[in-house]
């Protein structure tokens, strides 16, 4: 038999070829206060932006996976652990960062705003603050946040971009997903739920039409008790359920 011939290098095959682009993760924390979408932001130290607002991130180590790199960010820089927490796309541009070529994968979850309050009095640097939209549905553009007496706040790098990318996946899987459900108790009401969803796509929604097209899709369960503690009649309480009649929290 002929000897077995060696693959020829490719031009271009040697990694040494080429400049290291850095790569980093971004973080877009999410949660519904007071009927309306909030980001939690830290305040940056070092230089690009020092003293700017942005998404928690950092970059990833040499020996670091995605996923480990996100959970160091999330304990290290938003003090949240045991947060579930979705891809959500890899931001690119040549010069969005100033200091070299960086290449950012950004995440994003849901968070009740009882862990972001925990997370928030363990660092001065840590806020909450409410997102602006622009645009209606899925559009899709930049998110704006507001700081105290409703001034808009410049954000760091691209994270305005960023932000309004997790607000248009977000909106886009309402209708598919229980996708509210790190918002709410273990048991909720319909009215609950129609907040979250309002506060989400930042609209008001007809409450017949919509507790109808809920309890249609089968992901929800009628607990048969009632809410407690409220001066108006006491709404009935569900819970989320799968498909198979699970409770998604128990599996999650």
Do not use: C
């Not at 040697?14 to 682009?21: A, N, T, V």
């Not at 890899?90 to 950004?106: C, E, H, L």
């Not at 806020?127 to 553009?141: D, I, L, S, T």
């Amino acid at each position: 038999m002929p000897a077995k011939q060696s693959r020829k290098p490719l031009a271009g095959d040697d990694p040494s070829d080429y400049d290291q682009p850095s790569v980093t993760v971004d973080l877009v924390l999410l949660t519904v206060r007071e009927g309306q979408l909030h980001v939690l932001l830290i305040r940056r130290e070092a230089k690009p932006f020092a003293g700017r607002w942005a998404l928690p991130g950092g970059f990833v180590r040499i020996e670091e996976s995605l996923t480990a790199a996100v959970r160091r960010v999330l304990r290290e820089k938003a003090r949240l652990t045991g947060i579930f927490i979705e891809q959500l796309y890899t931001f690119g541009a040549v010069k969005r960062d100033p200091r070299t070529r960086v290449i950012t994968v950004a995440y994003y979850a849901l968070v009740s705003e009882g862990q972001l309050i925990r997370a928030i009095g363990q660092s001065a640097d840590l806020a909450r603050m409410p997102v602006h939209v622009a645009w209606q549905g899925e559009a899709g553009g930049q998110a704006e946040v507001r700081g105290p007496g409703g001034k808009p706040v410049r954000l760091a790098f691209d994270h305005k971009e960023i932000l309004g990318m997790a607000v248009k996946r977000l909106r886009g899987k309402l209708d598919y997903s229980p996708v509210g459900f790190e918002l709410l108790p273990e048991t909720f009401t319909l009215r609950q739920l129609q907040q979250v969803h309002e506060a989400i796509l930042d609209v008001k929604l007809n409450k017949p039409a919509f507790r109808r097209r809920m309890l249609d899709k089968g992901v929800l369960q009628a607990t048969g008790r009632r809410e407690t503690g409220v001066t108006y009649r006491p709404a009935e309480l569900y819970r989320f359920v799968d498909a198979a009649g699970s409770n998604n929290r128990e599996e999650n």
